[in-house]
Every structure is written in C-alpha cells, then in structure tokens.
C-alpha cells in the first residue's frame, strides 16, 4: 500500500492532507491497543483540522492505555478518484489501516451538508453504508456533534448516535466496547448509557398527510434520550498538546475555550439551546493551558472560543493575563465572537492593536422590530457605537452578518439592512477612514429553521423569495465602500430539508451519493439537480420538508432526543417571538424557566471573576 499511496500522492492537490506524522499526532502500537477507534471528519483535513471538538477528543481518548484514538478525513474528489481506480481504502493518517480494521468507526455531525460525505467515506472504507447489514467484525458506527440533534435522515446508517457533550459520555462507551466480546454485546452496553440513542430500537409511524404520527421504543429503550453535560468545565481541562496541522488550515492557531453556553436566547439559534447552561472554566484553569498550549504548539496566536467570548466575567484578567506573560514573545489572542458594543471592540483593540483586517459583528436583522421578534438584544445605538468605535481605534473595514428569511420578515426589513450598511459607512467617513481603505460588507444567509429551537415550528421561505430578496439587496447596496455577499439560496434549501428531515430522507441520501453528491457544502462541487433527481427517484417532495410549519401539537421527527429545554418554554419563546416580545438574557435578568438546569441537574457556573 505504501508505495502506490506514494505514488498517488505525487498525483492530488494538497498531498499533506493524507500523510499525518504531524507534532504531536499520537502514534499506538496497533497490535498491543485492545480498542481501535478512527474519528472520522467528513470535511477536508483544513476544516476538520480547524475543530476544536476533535483536539479535544483526540487528547481525551488517547490519554487511555488501553484506547488507540486516530484521525481520517474526508478525500478530496481528486484523492478519491485515485483511491477507487488504485483498489486502496479510505485510511488513518496515523496507521494507514483501512477504516474496515477499526473496532469504532465514530463521525462528527458539524453541518447538513456533509452527509454524502458519510457515506462516501464508509464506501471508502469498505464498511457497509446500512447498519442493518452489518455483522460479525464490521464496526461500530457512531456518530455526535450538534446535528446529533436531529440525526434522523442519517440515522439508519449509524449504530449509535451520542448526545450532547463528549467528555464524559465517549470515556464510558470505550470502557464498555473494551469489556464487550462482539458488536451485538457492544450494543447492548452502549444503549445502557445515558445519553446514547441507538436508532434501531425506535419504530417510526407516519401519518395520512405525511407528518410523523409516532417514534416508539422498542423493548426496554426509553421512550426519550436525554443529552449529555459536562457540569464543571475545570474537571475537563482543555487540550493542550493539540496536533499541529502539516499545512495551512482554516483557523491556523492555538485555541482555548473559555466556557460552553451562551445567555442571549436567540431563538434561531440551535446552540444557544443545545449547549445551555454557561460553564466557565476558572481563570488560573485557562492561564495554565495558555502557557502549555503555547509551549507545546509553536503557535503565536492563540483564539478564545466560545459562542460569546466578550461574555466570560473575567475576559478583561485573562486577556491582560495572556499578553503580560506571553506578549512580549510575539503572541497576539483573537477573540472569534464579539458581542455588538464598544467594549468588546475596546477588547479587540486590547488583544490584538489593529492587526486584524476587519470586525465583525451581527446584527442579524436590519430594523428593531425583527431584531425584537428573534431576540438578538442589539439596538442599531449599539452597532454604531461599536464601529465608531472601531474606526477610531484604526479599523477601517467592517463586516455585518445578516439573515434573510426570518419569521414575519416584510420589505421594510430588508430595506433597513441597507439603511443599517449606509449608516455604518457614513459612521467610516466621520472618523476619517481614508475613502480608498474603508470597506462595510454585508454577508447576508438564509434563515434555516432548526430542531430544538423557538422557531423548529416555522418552514423556510421559498426559493424563489430568497432569490428576489437577495436582487433587492444587491440592487440597493451598490453604494460607494459597501459590498454585499450571500450564500446560495440553493444550498441553505437542501440544509433545511436535512435539518427537519426524517428517516425517509435516508434513501434520497444514499441515491444523491450514487449519483456522485459530494462536498455539498462547496459551491463548486454542490449539484442540486442530482439532489433533485434524487428525492423524485424516492417519491419524496424536498419542499415539503423544508417550508412545512408544525402544529404545537405534532409530533416533530425529534421529538424523542431530548436538550432539556422545556418543550413549553419553546413554545411559549415561539408565541413571544410573534408577538414581538424580548425575553431578557439570563446572565443578567431574572431566570427564563427554561427548564433546563433542574431537567439535566446543572447549574450555570460563573468562575472568571473568581467569585
């Protein structure tokens, strides 16, 4: 194998994505580990290299004696055309064994559009793509990550799907695929654990319109899945001898984070449910790491993660704490959310002098009244002050993230985003930004409703009416230092479908990968009309699933998988968001009742300031 993989390596675009041996890539003596696991992102090595789930995983899992933890990565087309016309596998960067070989073959679930992928990459490994015909000594396949959440078109190719948080949860099931003989015995521990949902033991009935009438356990599963959390973050150290990319990749840095949850409550946003309640991880923690990850890294920048950085109650210490220490060594912190206010620009400044070609910040929305209705808690003083602001400190390009297709959106919305971009570049002349260097973007996306959010009841607009609000607001922005960009309407239509799908999505998934679907995700390779192709071979209408609304009283296709927010609260969050109501951010105002901390029996922590 190795010398055709030599060979064909000379042959594809970026061959460091396939050879591993990278600083600090963790390489086990295959023949003495009693459990072998490949983790499988089904993106290219740059995207998935660029996640700090997997390091975190990687160093959790290979810290066992008894566990062998390694990395594979979706084929570029070019890498996969030579693997099928060479006859070798899909294989691990740090082996080189064939997915086929691994007790545990585990995906991460980051985005819709990567699902062909899945399937492509258990092709590639000479797996089975269908779980129930897999047998004897072809592994388990299982999956996690936030689309877990709804993982139901995919969900009769996976054996098992994890819920929630991974620290805690992914040390149980090695222990008990460890002490198990065969894949049958493996099952039957791992639907024991808390939070795993094992899809074969749910029946799903459907209803004379087409909507799901009932998910039923079979036998002695319970009739919900509860996610996993992890109730301190100190007990869970971040990652700090992370492998180190061989080649340039997204998010090229150190990374730390700093806590899990966000307060704001959007309410299009499915992480602010399925990573609730906040947990930061104490300042000496976070100090600590910063210097090993620093040491053992190389790495001359070093980004705090989370859903809102600027939030962490001792951001201003840890930030101070970093550059006094390293600072003078050449490292700069980049803070990857920012919070739409002065102070987190004050932050930026602080962090990084002006180093950085641009901020961003996200409005969301272009008026108050729609910025109300999906709870964003950002009034257009805030966002002029904010790039004021930056502009004064000697930015002089601003990007501004926006969503079209919102609930209840009207022309008057969309003509407040250009109104909100014209202001913002007016605010670039008042500070005398030099004309030839200031730049305001618009990103405008498509709203995609979501499971286990305020708006999971609510369909998409249409194709076509994204269309026509994407000409308007090209139209309308043609205005001079302003820029627009979108993403393709097209795109955000097949992840809505993905996102509300149910398991009978899972054969137009597998028609759409034979008819040669891959990378979805990437403009160039993406082909709707085979996608399209696809559903009509299945008898299925796309639309449907994407633009249908729910009842409160329906069953929704994930029902059975449960966050721990209240399922009232969502309604009630859903019936506020119409009415055009705010409900106030928990970190600061009163509690929300979402039910959450007494259902997973966790309380927000709050360790930055010390208290």
Known sequence: MRDLLDGILQRVQKPARYVGGEWNAVIKDWSKTPLRVAFCFPDVYEVGMSYPGLQILYQLANSREDVLWERVFAPWPDMEDELRKAGLPLFSLESRHCLREFDIVAFTLQYELTATNILNMLDLGRIPLWAGERQGRDPLVVAGGPCAFNPEPLAPFFDAVVLGEGEEVVGEILTACKDAGDRDARLALMARIPGVYLP??????????????????????????????????????????????????????????????????????????????????????????????LKNTGQDEIALVSLSTTDYSGIRPLLRGILDRWGR???????????????????????????????????????????????????????????????????HAVKLYFMIGLPTESREDLAGIVDLVRKVVEAGRAAKVPPGRLKVTASVSSFVPKAHTPFQWE????????????????????????????????????????????????????????????????????????????????????????HQRYDYGDVLPWDHLESGVDRAFLVEEHRRACAGLVTPDCRTGECAACGLCPALEVEPVIAGTGE
């Open 200 to 293: 074969s033991n749910f029946d799903v009935s459907y209803r004379e319109d087409g909507r799901v009438a009932a998910v039923s356990p079979r036998d002695l599963a319970s009739p919900k899945v509860t996610r996993r959390v992890v109730t301190d973050l100190d007990s869970q150290p971040p990652p700090v001898r992370p492998v180190v990319p061989s080649t340039g990749v997204v998010h090229d840095r150190a990374t730390l984070e700093v806590f899990r949850g966000c307060t704001h409550g959007c309410r299009f946003c499915q992480a602010g449910i399925i990573y609730r309640p906040v947990r930061e991880r104490s300042l000496p923690v976070l100090l600590q790491a910063a210097g090993e990850v």
């Open 329 to 395: 060594t050449g490292v700069h912190v980049s803070l990857p959310s920012l919070r739409v206010d002065a102070f987190a620009v004050d932050l930026a400044r602080e962090a990084r002098g002006v180093r950085g070609s641009s901020l961003t910040f996200a409005p969301e929305a272009g008026t108050q009244r729609l910025r109300d209705v999906i709870n964003k808690g950002v009034t257009e003083e805030d966002l002029l002050t904010a790039v004021g602001a930056a502009f004064a400190s000697g930015w």
């Open 459 to 546: 369909g998409q607009d249409s194709r076509a009416a994204l269309l026509e609000k994407q000409a308007y607001l090209r139209e309308h922005l043609r205005m001079p230092h302003a820029a627009f960009s979108w993403h393709d309407p097209q795109a955000s239509f097949l992840e809505a479908v993905l996102a509300r799908g149910d398991r009978r999505l899972a054969p137009v998934i597998q028609q759409a990968w034979a008819k040669g679907c891959r990378f979805d995700g990437w403009s160039e390779w993406f082909k709707p009309d085979r996608w399209d192709e696809a559903f009509r071979a299945a008898g299925l209408s796309a639309a449907w699933y994407a």
